[in-house]
Every structure is written in structure tokens, then in C-alpha cells.
């Protein structure tokens, strides 16, 4: 877990971390999108490093908002507003299984595409 961002709270770290987490899934699906329309295979890859490097600092900012809030207490005994920020998690959990599963199909495709070409 990182530190807590300088003048910043604790439940204000949790939701940096999860914003953070969206954005990588979003810049994820952006790198993804861009490799899928790539026209050349050493395109392809930059994409497809760049997409699979996002996954990993959006999974590492999940894992820093979960562990956190975690912290707090069990899901159902967190006060509201928090009590929702565990669903959420979830949700964005599922995003980036989501876009693993695309990371792994669009590497394949890529694969066996440059195996096609040798």
C-alpha cells in the first residue's frame, strides 16, 4: 500500500486509488481499440505493452483502494457512503478481468498473425 497522498484523508486515498483504477481500465480499452485498428504488427505490440502495463498499475491501484478500505471493517458493517465503495470494487474488478480476457484474445490474434507472416 502506498502512503497516503500529501493533504489528503484516508477515505480520500481510497477513492485517488479507485479513480485511478478506472482510469487505467479506460486507458486499457483505449490502447486496445487503437491495436485492433493498428495497421502494421510492431504497432500492434507497442499497443498491446502499453494496454497490458495500464492492466497491471490498474490492478495495483485496485488492490491499494480494496486493501484499504478492508482497513475499515467488514463490507456490511461500513457507514454510508462507504458501504458502497465494496460493490464498486467489484465492479471494477470485473472490468479488468474483462480486459485481461481482451488483452490475452488480442494477443493471440496478434500472434498468430506474425506467425502467419513468417
Not at 480499452?29 to 495500464?54: C, D, F, H, I, N
Request: glycine fraction near 6%; avoid cysteine; proline fraction near 7%.
Amino acid at each position: 500500500m502506498t502512503a497516503d497522498p500529501p493533504g489528503t484523508s484516508y477515505l480520500e486515498a481510497i477513492l485517488i486509488a479507485m479513480r485511478r483504477a478506472a482510469q487505467g481500465i479506460a486507458s486499457v480499452s483505449g490502447y486496445l481499440g487503437s491495436a485492433e485498428r493498428a495497421p502494421s504488427t510492431p504497432w500492434k505490440w507497442q499497443l498491446l505493452t502499453a494496454a497490458g502495463t495500464a492492466h497491471a498499475e490498474a490492478t495495483a491501484s485496485l488492490d491499494e483502494a480494496d486493501e484499504r478500505l478492508r482497513k475499515l471493517g467488514a463490507p456490511d458493517r461500513l457507514p454510508a457512503p462507504l458501504d458502497a465503495l465494496p460493490e464498486r470494487l467489484h465492479v471494477l474488478r470485473a472490468e479488468l478481468r474483462d480486459s485481461e480476457e481482451r488483452i490475452q484474445a488480442a494477443l493471440s490474434a496478434a500472434l498468430a498473425t506474425a506467425a502467419g507472416s513468417a
